[in-house]
């Protein structure tokens, strides 16, 4: 899109053109992305943008390949639906872990969305209920194809400003088209031989939905991790585990091997899911 944005004014889709400085002062990185919201000025039936208000909160990734470089994804978000498939294919769990990290430093509410529940069996459905069940504030399990439970998740949007989150081909704008068929965005294969997505989607967007709220469609992300954060915040992540961190012995508890850790206690005792705890340690390390 180059030197130009879509821009809402009100429901109202826009193209406007951005100022040349502001690519130019953030050369590495986007200058605008999705949900920011701008200042603007009007001169007759032209807009100017005068400058990008502050962001209430952000979903930011270390860009791919890059070491200490901030990816921004979207800002301003009432909430971020991190949208896992429960089969075809099966979303690693390490990867929701990680997107709820991401969520959690960057201050946005996160839901995790399970789609695709016509092909999943109770097993798997029980499993991933009873890994995540204290992991976040709320959770759905939905079939786009079907449609089962997708009343909720427009009760869900309602209103809000959601960022939908996943790898490609878990079913993002299925969604989206589900619940604004006026969208019609375009809707990948998967890949028979890979099993993988496609990555139909290649722009973040937000989409005014009919009845009430905004969208923002992302294209699937392959690989992620937070791109900025102490060990001791990383924990912010893994509310099951941030939620016990007063009764360990030491109030820097990373909960790895110290003594007196109510986390590890937990454990054993099975009562915080030991995938989980492994992502957990798996994420410390590469902090
Ligand atoms: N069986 C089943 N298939 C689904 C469901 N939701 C989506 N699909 C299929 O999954 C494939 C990928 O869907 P998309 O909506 O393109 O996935 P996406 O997450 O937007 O993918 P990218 O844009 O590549 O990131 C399509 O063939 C959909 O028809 C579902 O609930 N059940
Ligand atoms: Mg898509
Ligand atoms: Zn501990």
């Not at 400085?21 to 039936?45: F, H, M, N, T, Y």
């Not at 709820?100 to 097993?123: E, M």
């Not at 965005?185 to 967007?205: D, F, N, W, Y």
């Amino acid at each position: 899109m180059g030197n130009q944005a879509n821009v809402l004014i009100g429901r109202e889709k826009l193209l406007l053109s951005m100022p040349g400085s502001w690519r130019i002062k953030s050369k590495s990185s986007k200058p605008l992305v999705a949900g920011d919201r701008i200042e603007l000025q009007r001169d007759k039936d032209t807009w100017k943008m005068l400058r990008v208000l502050p962001r209430e909160n952000e979903f930011t990734r270390r860009m791919p390949g890059r070491k200490n470089v901030p990816q921004l994804i979207a800002a301003n978000l009432d909430q971020v639906v991190i949208i896992a498939s429960a089969e075809n294919p099966a979303t690693p769990n390490g990867l929701i872990d990680r997107l709820l990290v991401i969520a959690a430093l960057g201050n946005v509410p996160a839901v995790l969305l399970i789609n695709k529940i016509d092909l999943a069996d109770k097993n798997r459905m029980d499993y991933l209920n009873r890994i995540y069940r204290n992991s976040v504030t709320d959770s759905i399990m939905v079939s786009a194809k079907t449609g089962e439970n997708i009343e909720n998740f427009r009760e869900l949007i309602k209103g809000r400003i959601t960022l939908l989150i996943g790898s490609s081909g878990v079913g993002k704008s299925t969604i989206t088209n589900r619940i604004d068929p006026n969208l019609d965005l375009k809707v990948g294969e998967i890949s028979q031989a890979t099993g993988k997505g496609r990555h139909v989607t290649s722009l973040a967007m937000l989409h005014p939905i009919c009845n009430d709220g905004w969208l923002i469609d992302t294209p699937g992300i392959r690989e992620c991790a937070p791109w900025s954060m102490t060990k001791l915040e990383l924990q912010l992540g893994f509310q099951e585990i941030f939620s016990l961190k007063e009764r360990c012995k030491f109030h820097d508890c990373l909960h790895e091997t110290e003594y007196g850790c109510a986390v590890k206690s937990e454990v054993s005792a099975g009562n915080i899911p030991k995938e989980r705890y492994e992502s957990y340690l798996k994420l410390l390390n590469e902090v």
